[in-house]
Nanobody, 119 residues
Framework: QVQLVESGGGLVQPGGSLRLSCVAS????????MSWYRQAPGKARELVAA????????NYADSVKGRFTISRDNAKNTVYLQMATLKPEDTAVYYC????????????WGQGTQVTVSS
């Protein structure tokens, strides 16, 4: 059974930083690309960043390029999203999933972690 557990969100002022974590189980984590998605109120879920299995290749949405960094620890089945220079438009619920371009486990989304950027 696939489980994805996100954490690390919170309320932060514009320009601040947060580090999100996602612990995955139920599949062979080290063999899959992993991605972070986000969904703002009234908007569709969007792909934010992806990292390939060995961590050597990463991709980012244009809106977060240069501000967010995705990384992974295959020994801990964990993927991270370091977010810096946060903007109010980054406010959303953040989710992780396997896959690089489309989510592999669409029936197993976690609860997500809320990120709110506001002064």
């Amino acid at each position: 059974q696939v489980q994805l557990v996100e954490s690390g969100g919170g309320l932060v002022q514009p320009g601040g930083s947060l580090r999100l974590s996602c612990v995955a189980s139920g599949f062979t984590f080290s063999t899959y690309a992993m991605s972070w998605y986000r969904q703002a109120p009234g908007k569709a879920r969007e792909l934010v960043a992806a990292i390939f299995p060995t961590g050597g290749i990463t991709n980012y949405a244009d809106s977060v390029k240069g501000r967010f960094t995705i990384s992974r620890d295959n020994a801990k089945n964990t993927v991270y999203l370091q977010m810096a220079t946060l903007k109010p438009e980054d406010t959303a619920v953040y989710y992780c999933n396997a896959g690089a371009q489309v989510p592999r486990y669409t029936g197993s989304w976690g609860q997500g972690t809320q990120v709110t950027v506001s002064s």
